[in-house]
């Protein structure tokens, strides 16, 4: 019997360890208002992993309550190098002349394959909400997570972003 609880304990500290979550409580924030997604800072070495959450954590947002959602994704002259700070400014700029109301900004600090036998994915991504009307930061949150050696890169992103976008404190506005 204590073989077996001991095994179960080990499995779930391994999976537990998967992934780490940690953000602020931040105000609420009505899920009524007009949300911009620019593309994130890609910080990775993969090429427009930006974009890729970004484009993600757009329709999360609509999945979670808010109907209210834009996706800006400033065109470049090479996706493979443009700068993303600058991207993402042309896109906050744009999103402010077109009334949004909340900008989802942030970075992608890692996005890719481990390299080794199974290539598990890794992901990982700081997200910032700011209030277009004066730049303030209405809330921040980071997670990462090392999926398992099948389960692909956009799904380990997906889980990261589900978790963010759960952790923020959106609330259901008057509709």
Same mark, same amino acid.
């Given at each position: 019997?204590?073989?077996?609880?001991?095994? +179960?304990?080990?499995? +779930?500290? +391994?999976?537990?360890?998967?992934?780490?979550?940690?953000?602020?409580?931040?105000?609420?924030?009505?899920?009524?208002?007009?949300?911009?997604?620019?593309?994130?800072?890609?910080?990775?070495?993969?090429?427009? $992993?930006?974009?890729? $959450?970004?484009?993600?954590?757009?329709?999360?947002?609509?999945?979670?309550?808010?109907?209210?959602?834009?996706?800006?994704?400033? =065109?470049?002259?090479?996706?493979?190098?443009?700068?993303?700070?600058?991207?993402?400014?042309?896109?906050?700029?744009?999103?402010?002349? =077109?009334?949004?109301?909340?900008?989802?900004?942030?970075? *992608? =600090?890692?996005?890719?394959?481990?390299?080794?036998?199974?290539?598990?994915?890794?992901?990982?991504?700081? +997200?910032? *909400?700011?209030?277009?009307?004066?730049?303030?930061?209405?809330?921040?949150?980071?997670?990462?997570?090392?999926?398992?050696?099948?389960?692909?890169?956009?799904?380990?992103?997906?889980?990261?972003?589900?978790?963010?976008?759960? $952790?923020?404190?959106? *609330?259901?506005?008057?509709?």
């Amino acid at each position: 019997m204590i073989k077996h609880q001991l095994t +179960l304990w080990l499995m +779930l500290t +391994l999976l537990a360890g998967c992934s780490v979550i940690q953000s602020q409580d931040g105000k609420p924030i009505p899920d009524d208002n007009q949300f911009a997604v620019v593309p994130l800072n890609n910080l990775s070495q993969t090429p427009q $992993a930006g974009d890729q $959450a970004a484009s993600i954590l757009s329709a999360i947002l609509r999945a979670n309550g808010a109907e209210q959602v834009s996706l800006y994704l400033p =065109d470049g002259q090479n996706p493979l190098v443009y700068e993303s700070r600058q991207r993402q400014r042309e896109a906050t700029d744009e999103a402010a002349r =077109d009334g949004a109301d909340f900008i989802l900004t942030g970075t *992608v =600090d890692e996005w890719r394959y481990k390299s080794g036998l199974d290539g598990e994915p890794a992901v990982g991504i700081t +997200l910032e *909400v700011r209030r277009v009307q004066d730049n303030t930061l209405v809330w921040s949150g980071t997670s990462a997570r090392t999926g398992w050696g099948r389960e692909s890169l956009s799904v380990a992103g997906h889980k990261v972003l589900q978790k963010l976008v759960n $952790a923020m404190p959106l *609330v259901s506005g008057n509709r």
